[in-house]
């Protein structure tokens, strides 16, 4: 164990995938974990790994993000834990599913788990933070949050509601110590394809990362202070343009009067 102690890390999701690359990284890093997600056999051998490689202490919470009840579990543990820093809200499952073709009992539960759960650990998580005035949370979003067209509308919309309560977050929040990160994976090399109906051989492998690679430039952002992080996007100045264009929008967004190419008396119809 050669790295400085961090604090604890909560990741949820950590059984596999992204969110089992975030608990090794992070234990390298000096941080003792929390690891939650639905199945404990996989939990447990992720657990038991990690500890023996980092020395770190890991603990782990077999909680079903959908239930109510153990969900309750993982928040009391975000409230009362005051060694948890840093809160990796990464569990979360799609589908490239079309609206018409897809159940909406099936879109409900894809909202309860990316967007509720999300939302609700993130209040647990956060006056704890404000009030020792150190804290940091990671929220996994998705290119499709700002590309919703390129999979399942629902799934696109739970991912940016995820990256539009970040930026809230962050206006709220980083002047009381609380650092916010949104992360907006391209397509990762996980189970979420199978999961979601959709293999990975289905993919073109030029859009296809690593979660390794992923991650560590996840974190390398998390380094920087960037509120986003698009790893895969290799012109940044295009998301800083993006954004510029949003704010230069933000004092015309709410005026008295509708703009003029919505007046009454316009007479000129489009195309006529
Ligand atoms: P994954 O390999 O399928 O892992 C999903 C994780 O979430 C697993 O640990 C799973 O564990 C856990 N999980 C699923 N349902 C849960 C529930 N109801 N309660 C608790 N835990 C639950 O997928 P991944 O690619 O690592 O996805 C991680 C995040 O990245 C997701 O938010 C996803 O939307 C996002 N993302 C992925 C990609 C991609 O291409 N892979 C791209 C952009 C964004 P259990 O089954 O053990 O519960």
């Known amino acids: 164990m050669t790295q400085t102690y961090q604090g604890t890390a909560l990741v949820t999701g950590a059984s596999t995938g992204i969110g089992a690359v975030y608990a090794e990284r992070l234990a390298e890093r000096g941080y003792d974990l929390i690891l939650v997600a639905r199945s404990r056999g996989r939990l447990l051998s992720l657990a038991e790994r990690i500890a023996n490689e980092t020395g770190r202490p890991v603990e782990?919470?077999?909680?079903?993000l959908n239930d109510p009840t153990s969900r309750a579990t993982v928040e009391a543990k975000l409230t009362e834990d005051a060694s948890?820093?840093?809160l990796v809200n990464n569990a979360g499952v799609g589908t490239h599913t079309p609206l018409l073709d897809s159940d909406v009992d099936a879109m409900t539960r894809m909202i309860d788990l990316n967007v509720t759960a999300l939302t609700r650990?993130?209040?647990a998580a956060v006056?704890?933070?404000?009030?020792?005035?150190k804290g940091a949370i990671i929220n996994i979003s998705s290119i499709v949050g700002i590309a919703p067209e390129r999979l399942n509308g629902v799934y696109g919309g739970t991912k940016a509601f995820v990256l539009a309560f970040s930026q809230s977050l962050h206006h709220e929040l980083a002047s009381k110590g609380v650092k916010v990160q949104a992360v907006l994976p391209g397509a990762t090399a996980t189970d979420f394809w199978q999961t979601?109906?959709?293999?990975?051989e289905n993919l073109d492998p030029a859009i296809v990362m690593s979660a390794g690679d992923m991650v560590d430039a996840a974190?390398?952002?998390?380094?920087?202070?960037?509120l986003v992080t698009i790893p895969a996007l290799h012109d940044g100045a295009k998301w800083d343009a993006f954004e510029a264009a949003r704010a230069a929008m933000f004092?015309?967004?709410?005026?008295s009067t509708p703009a003029l190419r919505y007046s009454a008396n316009k007479t000129t119809v489009h195309g006529a």
């Open 251 to 255: 004092s015309e967004l709410s005026t």
């Open 196 to 200: 979601g109906g959709l293999p990975l």
């Open 127 to 133: 006056p704890g933070f404000v009030s020792r005035g």
């Open 60 to 64: 782990i919470i077999d909680a079903d």
């Open 121 to 123: 650990l993130t209040y």
């Open 84 to 86: 948890i820093t840093l």
């Open 219 to 226: 974190l390398s952002g998390f380094d920087r202070n960037e």
